[in-house]
């Protein structure tokens, strides 16, 4: 017995690693020249990271007007991923060659992870499907061929459920779960999940809230301690309160779930009824496979934990998760989308838990509801795992972002690179020319007022500045055209993509 038990844990193990090795390449192909994608987040990214082992600092390279400096505390992002991404680069690496090399790490234990958990709870069948299915999801490659926080956040997601499923410690997936939320301020929903948890499992009130203290401390230490550094250095915090115009968000939560459950069909109205109809399907086999016992003779079976556990900490981390969101959508900002790249996590954690329900329930089912779920779950997989292909086509042709022909060939771009490669940058989107010009720069003044444009003249006597604009769907602040006419500037160069100003005024601030 202890042989065969022996053998199912390295075949479990040998089928996570191939998963996972395959998820590993299938990253570095994707995010080959002319990838990785790249945009404003990424620039923040790869910039704190750079700053850190340059000067020891977490920075981003670019800053508000008014500053003294041209770089920024991290404060916008927690500073998990650009500290992963300063390893490689303390090593010799570019920030792009490390960030490409921690996304394909990750995609490597997130694939392999839930390989790994979902064959040890179901079998190896159902593991070989839940690397199928992640490896055909169009939301896990839209992740993973730019350079983007989520790939480790999914990650340290799948690690949190599977240490909630199979660990005793509430410290484990306390710090797996703190460690998500040190990658994204959206990983409080894995800590959240982890107290729960921890303190839903058996036992006296004293047990349990014992147990909910030792898997909130990771978290609490953490990110107390960066919440302090980002108060301290920021000296403000955000505040919260009820954010309307809730209907386009969720119209674009339907768009994004019809999206997932029902890729490829054509007609939105078929497409809804289709997503919905899967969507009832996959919940009726979750909820049945959570509250059975295994088919005899499974690999469920022969688990040494209780297989709804997985699946009860899956769908737990993933209604956190959906709640963080709703929460965050309600009274944080109304301009947080519902978009694949937000809803990530819940399609990864929902898939885990749907395909291991799947696996657990395959055994007890007849010959024709087999029959029928398998054509279901064939007709799924071919249509997302087309719809990927057709997504990462579409990204890597001609590159995606900051990476993309437009920027990398564009004239404003060369502009700045040779004639004003001298010069201080001011401009409407600062993450744009830090892209083209590795080199830091500052924003606008957000309004026209008599004071700001009086200070910001002053700003820009103290040192050669030209004024950027780019366009204006990539921009913030003041039209770049008013506040250049107001303060007398002089324009020097114009491109499709944008203008230049020079620095000098040629008449008083807010000329009349």
Not at 89 to 118: C, H, I, K
Not at 170 to 185: D, I, M
Not at 345 to 356: D, K, R, S, T, W
């Amino acid at each position: 017995m202890r042989v065969n038990s022996t053998l199912v844990g390295v075949s479990r193990s040998v089928l996570a690693a191939l998963f996972g090795a395959v998820a590993c390449l299938a990253v570095v192909a994707i995010t080959e020249p002319p990838g990785p994608g790249l945009d404003p987040d990424s620039m923040s990214y790869l910039g704190a990271a750079e700053w850190l082992v340059r000067h020891g600092s977490l920075r981003i390279p670019f800053a508000d007007w008014s500053s003294s400096d041209s770089t920024s505390p991290l404060g916008h992002f927690p500073p998990g991923f650009p500290l992963a991404i300063a390893g490689p680069v303390a090593l010799g690496a570019s920030p792009v060659q490390s960030a490409r090399a921690v996304e394909a790490v990750a995609a490597f234990v997130t694939v392999g992870g839930a390989v790994w958990l979902v064959a040890t709870v179901a079998g190896g069948g159902a593991g070989a499907l839940a690397g199928i299915v992640l490896l055909a999801s169009p939301s896990l490659a839209f992740d993973h061929w730019q350079i983007l926080s989520e790939p480790l956040f999914l990650a340290l997601l799948v690690a949190t459920a599977g240490l909630m499923a199979f660990s005793s410690r509430p410290w484990t997936y306390g710090l797996t779960a703190a460690a998500a939320g040190s990658v994204r301020f959206a990983g409080a929903a894995a800590m959240g999940a982890a107290v729960l948890w921890a303190f839903g499992r058996s036992g006296g009130l004293r047990a349990r809230l014992k147990r909910a203290a030792l898997a909130a401390a990771p978290g609490l230490l953490l990110e107390g301690a960066w919440m302090l550094r980002k108060s301290l250095e920021w000296g403000e915090a955000s505040g919260l309160g009820f954010k309307g115009r809730l209907g386009p968000s969720f119209v674009q939560l339907g768009v994004t779930l019809d999206a997932w459950l029902a890729p490829l069909v054509p007609s939105p109205w078929v497409q809804t009824l289709v997503a919905l109809a899967v969507a009832t399907l996959a919940l009726a086999v979750v909820l049945r496979a959570a509250g059975t016992p295994a088919a005899a003779g499974s690999g469920a079976a022969r688990s040494r934990r209780p297989p709804g556990r997985l699946l009860q900490a899956a769908i737990l981390v993933a209604a956190c998760y959906a709640a963080l969101l709703l929460w965050s959508r309600l009274l944080v900002g109304e301009t947080i989308p519902f978009d694949e790249r937000l809803l990530s996590p819940f399609i990864l954690l929902v898939q885990v838990a749907v395909v291991a329900a799947f696996g657990r329930r395959w055994g007890g089912w007849r010959l024709r509801s087999r029959a029928a779920a398998a054509l279901v779950a064939m007709l799924w997989v071919g249509a997302s795992a087309w719809a990927t292909v057709l997504a990462v086509a579409d990204a890597r042709d001609g590159g995606w972002g900051y990476a993309g022909d437009e920027w990398r060939g564009s004239s404003l771009a060369r502009w700045l690179r040779t004639d004003g490669r001298s010069v201080a940058v001011f401009s409407n989107n600062p993450a744009t020319a830090y892209a083209l010009t590795h080199r830091p720069s500052r924003g606008v003044p957000e309004t026209l007022d008599p004071d700001s444009l009086a200070a910001f003249a002053r700003v820009l006597r103290e040192r050669p500045a030209v004024l950027v604009r780019f366009p204006s769907d990539l921009g913030s602040g003041a039209p770049l055209d008013s506040l250049a006419g107001r303060l007398g500037l002089r324009g020097i160069a114009s491109f499709p993509d944008g203008a230049v100003w020079a620095s000098v005024p040629t008449s008083p601030p807010g000329g009349r």
